[in-house]
C-alpha cells in the first residue's frame, strides 16, 4: 500500500503561484509514475501534468507555459510548480502514483487526499 500526502494548496490572486508536493510512502518511489489531476466543482477530474519513472514530463494544454512538474526520488516527492493562476486553476488537486505490479502483470493506481487550490479574481 502507497500513502500520497499532498500539501500547498491555498487562496492566491489571480497572476500568483503556489507550489503543491506530494510525498509517497514506499521505497521504490523511483519506480513510480506520478501524475497531479484536478477536480473543479461540478466538472470531471482531469491531468494536469505527469512525470514517469524515467523523468518524460506531460502537461495539459491548459497548463503549458504556466506549470511545471518535478520530482525528488531522494525525497519520494512530486511537484507542481504553478506560475501565472487563473481563476479557472481553481480545483482540488490530487496526486496519483501509477505502479507496475509484476504479479498481474498490471498498473495500480494510488491516490492522495487532494489538496484545494483556489484562484481569485
Known amino acids: 500500500q502507497v500513502q500520497l500526502v499532498e500539501s500547498g494548496g491555498g487562496l492566491v490572486q489571480a497572476g500568483g503561484s503556489l507550489r503543491l508536493s506530494c510525498a509517497a510512502s514506499?521505497?521504490?518511489?523511483?519506480?513510480?509514475?506520478m501524475g497531479w489531476y484536478r477536480q473543479a466543482p461540478g466538472r470531471q477530474r482531469e491531468l494536469v501534468a505527469s512525470?514517469?519513472?524515467?523523468?518524460?514530463?506531460n502537461l495539459a494544454d491548459s497548463v503549458k507555459g504556466r506549470f511545471t512538474i518535478s520530482r525528488d526520488n531522494a525525497k519520494n516527492t512530486v511537484y507542481l510548480q504553478m506560475n501565472s493562476l487563473k481563476p479557472e486553476d481553481t480545483a482540488v488537486y490530487y496526486c496519483?502514483?501509477?505502479?507496475?505490479?509484476?504479479?498481474?502483470?498490471?498498473?495500480?493506481?494510488?491516490w492522495g487526499q487532494g489538496t484545494h487550490v483556489t484562484v481569485s479574481s
Open positions: 496519483n502514483a501509477e505502479i507496475f505490479d509484476v504479479s498481474g502483470p498490471y498498473y495500480v493506481d494510488y
Open positions: 514506499g521505497s521504490s518511489f523511483s519506480l513510480y509514475n
Open positions: 512525470i514517469t519513472n524515467i523523468g518524460s514530463t
